[in-house]
């Protein structure tokens, strides 16, 4: 069974923290991204990465990096969170090419 | 303009009625189209992909592609309570950029 996990379901921090949220997939896929999503907005593209040390920005990428060494990690890391951040985040996977995404469970982060 | 357009909804159809859903999209690169069905507080699942043009069936889905007209939609046969959801549509180019529009929500009414 294929799994993308996120490392936290709910997740409480204060502003000015630094965040990490982490993804990890079971697939070999090459591909992951990260997502984030508010009502009425749909998924937006935060990052995506191709391939080990490999990354494009998305959509909205400010006040957000990526990390990814291990092809099965994927890292979102908020440099210093704000509370225009608290949202859900979604980090999802696919094989390279023009494939089925798997989703992690989601994390659902509030900045206070 | 964003890149991936969706009627937001919400879409309310009769149980049993035809429910029909539109998205089109910017990127003349995009190769392949997919919908995705998410549940309130579940994450996206796939339950269409199509990758060329005319209509593709499965079940009581059918995707219809016209890259020409940058255009996609998914209908639903059969409505049924079970379908209440909202609906991304979800475009991807060449190198899998993988981009979702709003999503469009369905309320199947019994």
């Known amino acids: 069974d294929v799994k993308v996990t996120q490392s936290s379901r709910y997740l409480v921090k204060r502003t000015g923290e630094k965040v990490f949220l982490e993804c990890v997939q079971d697939m070999d896929h090459e591909n992951m991204f990260w997502y984030r999503q508010d009502p009425g907005l749909g998924l937006r593209l935060i990052y995506f990465?191709?391939?080990?040390?490999?990354?494009e920005k998305g959509d909205i990428p400010e006040g957000y990096s990526v990390s990814r060494e291990k092809k099965e990690r994927f890292s979102l890391i908020l440099e210093s969170a704000s509370t225009n951040q608290t949202s859900m985040y979604l980090c999802a996977s696919t094989e390279q090419g023009n494939t089925e995404a798997f989703f992690g469970q989601g994390t659902r982060l509030t900045v206070v | 303009q964003k890149e991936v357009e969706q009627n937001s909804g919400p879409l309310s159809v009769p149980e049993g009625a035809i429910a029909s859903l539109n998205c089109t999209y910017s990127?003349?690169?995009?190769?392949?189209f997919f919908w995705y069905r998410q549940y309130s507080g579940k994450s996206p699942e796939l339950i269409m992909s199509?990758?060329?043009?005319g209509d593709k069936e499965d079940g009581r889905f059918t995707a219809q592609l016209n890259k020409a007209s940058q255009y996609v939609s998914l209908l639903i046969r059969d409505s049924q309570p079970s379908d209440s959801a909202t609906y991304l549509c979800a475009p991807t180019n060449s190198w899998g950029k993988l981009q979702f529009g709003a999503g469009t929500q369905v309320v199947v009414t019994p």
């Open positions: 199509i990758y060329s043009n």
């Open positions: 990127d003349r690169g995009s190769q392949s």
């Open positions: 990465s191709y391939d080990v040390k490999m990354k």
